[in-house]
């Protein structure tokens, strides 16, 4: 057998997102990959504590799209609890709406991603249009299809009235059944799609832990971690979340777990709606921040985000610093591509779902 | 065969693609789009300055009055200013055609004057003051809180101290 190196990227591999591999291949089988980072590393750690505190809650949205309510809600909360600031109940609850919505999108957009790789077209069109009532939504709630601007610190700066949430719900409603009648049944039992990605990429549950691996990818080789449910925020400890587990660690089992999480998103939404209480939406006019430390944690789509934060007194940061879950997700996938084929390599990159821009900032 | 039925469904539904620009586009009401600068209720505090993230807006002291300007095209939308300004003089609207040449792009600025005032018992110049901080501060006018308002602030402490009669 002949074994030999190739390059795979640093364009393009799965997302349009540069990743960039040495693979040593063997015959047509994967036996090792090397990944070279830092393609699109653009010091945004350091920017921010060039900025002021209001500042920074734009451009940390904007160090991700795709999950860009997550890192500003973990930024809040640090700043939040530096502060000693309580958030009022009404901005808790809005808060999870936010994250929510941002999360059934992200999943449908991953899932979708899936079905273009496997090369099942009108697949992808189905489910990204089914995706496309949630970034309605969010066009018509917060105002941007990705970046919602919704956290300020203490509170949001957004709310929903009686109008909003009748519309809400009336989008939940549409995509509901969309997903739970025909999206997630064609991914159960489509031969293309089941052929692809059945027992391809494989990582079991105590690699996982040894990986220090988060978010959906641990979760589908049922390793249940999920901050909603390990250190709840907001008002999570409310909201009975399930956490989705699925055993058998594949490619197919992680776009399982996010389409789940969707229908559990919607849920969730559909709850903190109607468990929605009056109330201010933010804690006072404009904060001040003592010097401080914090470490605050949310669930991203992707899994656990982790903020460090530290103050000076002063409203410009001394130091912000954040963990993001792509970073072990991706080092894992040394152990999910080996022994699978050369032609599975974009598959089994895009179910971790990665986030290059947020791990390489 | 599940997906032909969803496929035929697609068919007999046409496109999902909006028509634009030979159809309408829907633009919420919240869509963040231009910001606006109403320029009789700012009040000069330049927090929206200080928050703005892409340093799209500059105040500066004239002698005519405080001068506000935006460059749309450095805007992010973000909505900070319109969120921290507490008189809601800057807002963001949902005007989202903003495409110009590349030769034009310096020149997507909006720029407005806020006048000083004048105290009308002494004559100094006063920071700018409207309406609306006057509705934020004493939650409602009267005739009395409304002529105070254009004082300056050692003229209202007299008035305040010896009685109306001055």
Redesign the interface.
Known sequence: MKSFDMPVGPLHVSLEEPMYFRIHVEGEQVAGIEITAGHVHRGIEYLTAK??I??????I??VCSLCSNSHPQAYCMGLEKIAGIEVPERAQYLRVIADEIKRAASNMFNVAILAHIVGFE??FM?VM?AR?IMQDTK??????RM?L?AN?IGGV??DIDEAGAAYVIGQLNRLEPILVK?II??YE??ASILSRTRGVGVINREQCIDYGLMGPVARGSGYAYDVRTAAPYAVYDRLDVEVITYPDGDVWSRAMVRLREVVEAIRLMRLCLRELPEGPLTAG??PFIPAGEAITKVEAPRGELIYYLKTDGTDIPARVKWRVPTYMNWDALEVMMVGDRISDIPLIVNSIDPCISCTER | M??LK??LD?LRKGP?TEAFPFGEATT?D???GKVTFDETSCVGCNMCE?????GAIRFSEKEDGLHFLIWHNTC?????CA??C?TKAIK?S?NWHLSHLQEEKYEQVDHAVVPYRECTSCGKRLQPGGPMLHQLAFKGANPRSERLMNMCPDCRRKVSYIGEAV
């Not at chain 1, 066009?139 to 941007?144: A, S």
């Not at chain 2, 992010?76 to 900070?80: D, N, T």
């Open positions: 900025r002021n209001y500042q920074n809650l734009a451009l949205e904007r009108s697949l189905h249009e496309e066009e018509t709630v917060f105002g941007n970046d601007a300020v700066k957004f025909e049944p064609l039992t489509n006019p404009l | 599940a997906f969803i496929l697609n999902a919420p919240a869509y963040r200080h928050v703005c993230a892409g992010i939308s973000c909505g900070l969120h921290y507490p963001l949902n």
